[in-house]
C-alpha cells in the first residue's frame, strides 16, 4: 500500500521567502504525482501533474521536482506572498488510485 | 467550462437517516472518484469507476455505503443508515485518462450526522 508523507506540518515565514515543500512516498512505481492547494473549508485546486517520467515540472512561480528512486517530490514556491497561505497536498499515482499526504499548512506573513 | 459539480454543499442529518450526494463529473472525463475528508484520517479514495463501470471499492468502509454511475454525467454516493462517524467531507473527482489522469476535485459535501 502507498504511503505518502509531507514534512513539515506547518510552515510560517515572512512574505518574500521562498518556501520548499516536502513530499516523500513508499512505492516508487508510481503513474505521476500531484500536487493540491486546499484553501480553508474549500475544494482542491490541482497546482502541479508530474508524469512518471519527468523530473521536475514548472507553473509561475512553483517549480515541482520528483525523484521516483529515492521516492520524493519537493514543492518550491517563489518569493511566496500572503496569498500562498493554504494547506498544499501531495498525492502519489499508482493504477489511476491517488494516496494522499496529510497535507503542509502555510503561513505567509505579511 | 464548468468543473466538477456537487449537491448538497452541506447536509445535516440525524443518524439513521438516509443521505445521498451527488456529482456530476467535467464533461469528456472517463474516471470518476470519490473521496472521503476528515481531521483523523486525512483524504481518502472510496471508490472510483472508469466509463461508468466500478473499478475499486475497496476503500468503501461498510456496506452502508454504496455508489453508482448510472451515465456518464452523474454519480451518486448513499449512506444508509447514516452514523455519526459517517460526519466528514465528501469530495468526487474527474478525470480523463489521456490526459495523465490528472484529477480535478468538487468543492465537496459537507455532512453531519447528529
Known amino acids: 500500500k502507498q504511503e505518502v508523507t509531507q514534512i513539515p506540518a506547518a510552515l510560517s515565514v515572512p512574505e518574500g521567502e521562498n518556501l520548499v515543500l516536502n513530499c516523500s512516498f513508499t512505492?516508487?512505481?508510481?503513474?505521476?504525482l500531484q500536487w493540491f492547494r486546499q484553501d480553508p473549508g474549500k475544494g482542491l485546486t490541482s497546482l502541479l501533474l508530474i508524469q512518471s517520467s519527468q523530473r521536475e515540472q514548472t507553473s509561475g512561480r512553483l517549480n515541482a521536482s520528483l525523484d521516483k528512486s529515492s521516492g520524493r517530490s519537493t514543492l518550491y514556491i517563489a518569493a511566496s506572498q500572503p496569498g500562498d497561505s493554504a494547506t498544499y497536498l501531495c498525492a502519489a499515482s499508482n493504477d489511476y488510485k491517488l494516496s494522499f499526504g496529510a497535507g503542509t499548512t502555510v503561513t505567509v506573513r505579511a | 467550462d464548468a468543473g466538477v459539480i456537487q449537491s448538497p454543499r452541506h447536509e445535516v442529518t440525524e443518524m439513521g437517516q438516509e443521505v445521498t450526494l451527488r456529482c456530476k463529473p467535467i464533461s469528456g472525463h472517463d474516471y470518476l472518484f470519490w473521496y472521503r475528508q476528515t481531521m483523523m484520517r486525512g483524504l481518502e479514495l472510496l471508490i472510483y469507476f472508469n466509463n461508468n463501470v466500478p473499478i475499486d471499492d475497496s476503500g468503501m468502509p461498510e456496506d452502508r455505503f454504496s455508489a453508482k454511475m448510472p451515465n456518464a454525467s452523474f454519480s451518486t454516493l448513499k449512506i444508509q443508515p447514516s452514523e455519526p462517524r459517517d460526519s466528514a467531507v465528501y469530495f468526487c473527482?474527474?478525470?480523463?485518462?489521456?490526459?495523465?489522469?490528472?484529477?480535478?476535485f468538487g468543492p465537496g459535501t459537507r455532512l453531519t450526522v447528529l
Open positions: 512505492d516508487s512505481a508510481i503513474y505521476n
Open positions: 473527482a474527474s478525470s480523463l485518462a489521456g490526459n495523465y489522469n490528472e484529477q480535478f
